[in-house]
């Protein structure tokens, strides 16, 4: 076996028993991005920081007070700050920021021990599904459907991070999921991904995208593996005010698979009408396959769900709006000055030059529904359906513990096959409800579609139950025994 086919457990273990060091999984891991630069799963490779943190790993294995991650290679999303390298947010705008912090979660990992290989390209501002808006070109999908050469969206907007995995160029990637990020990448290249309950991990050094939604979770190649990364990551941070102080438990130790006493519910809104039949056959296995691990499954209902798709391109746009106002041209990155402009000029050719179509969009969108004269129309009314909609799943989880549902209605599509923002908009239709309530939610590789292409399915939990999030998808994992690659 390769080092980098390795998962994170397998390489903890096979560093403690000195198999390998963490100098020669981090030149693996460099050297199979070398090879890979095709996909464009990076904007900045970081090999003399990877090297030195490897050897620091290698000198703390030694000594024996290695952390939990000591000599893991991962990958950072570039919308989290990394201190001394650039962080971008997959926008022109920001071309050329040096943080001078880290952030809390990428400063945890690699407090942890943990190698960074570089930082990981994205949907601009995290606003896509596709990896098609990044200003440092689109992220290629390391997949191929069966008789087509065409080449394939690795998701969005955590697309780099998801092409990384699973084209095993790093053992585990940050993502961030504001309405669906870290979710439906993982299902659209075969890999597994979590997104905590919102304010588990820490906000602090993450470019603001919609504040009240945005929150990080690791990608990895199994649940084992999130679980080891999600443990490191969570954690009380009093630099941001959402930021939950509570206990983390360590998510991997408690991993059971054991389903038995639960209750599954299948949210009967979520079948829509003319859903693709692999899909719903799918969904219907995984039931199954909860059952075999000692689940009960119940159809519950969820009504506002039809709602939550509209609810949430105002409040994300709106909250966009009002976090990118602070990319005039005076701070961070891109500055544009006119000849004989005065200061509003320069705020404006900045702006029109560093934000991408897409981040124009909702900046206008946002700007609208948070004008004097529509914000009751727009934005008091989403904020209500949000309530409806968060209270929904609260009426749910009364009637059992977990949800099952699809992660995304289809598998990878091609690039420039949804031009037209709206049908990209429909591809959060299963993972946007749980966001706009603050619910933990995973994907895990379920199957292929009938072309070859990985689908993955999704896991809802009452909030801060990443731990039975977890276990039912390890129960998903094992039954599901996916072992198709790229
Ligand atoms: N695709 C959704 C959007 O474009 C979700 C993005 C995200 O979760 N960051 O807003």
New binding site residues.
Partial sequence: MMLTDLTIAGMKRGLAARDFSATELATAHLSAMEQARGLNAFIVETPEIATAQAAAADAALARGNAGPLAGIPIGIKDLFCTESVQTTAGSKILQGFIPQYESTVSGKLLGAGAVMLGKLNM?EF????SNETSAYGRVISPWKARNSNRELVPG???GGSAAAVAARLVAGATG???????R?PASFVGISGIKPTYGRCSRWGVVA??SS??QAGPMARSVEDCALLLTSMCGYDARDSTSLDVPVPDFAAGLTGDLRGKTIGVPKEYRLDGMDATIAALWEQGLAWLRDAGARTVEVSLPHTRYALPA??II?PAEASSNLARYDGVRYGLRVTPPGGNLADMYSATRAAGFGP?VKR?IMIGTYVLSAGFYDAYYTQAQRVRTLIARDFELAFEKCDLLLTPTAPSAAFAFGDKADPLA??L??VF??PS?LAGLPAMSVPAGLSPDGLPLGLQIIGRPLDEAGVLDAGLAIERAAGFTARP
């Fill in positions: 949907d995290a606003m896509g599904s969005g907007s955590s961030t999921d504001t309405g669906g990020s870290i439906q995208f919609a939604l945005d949430y391109y994300a897409e909702r990209m908009y591809n959060d993972t946007v966001s």
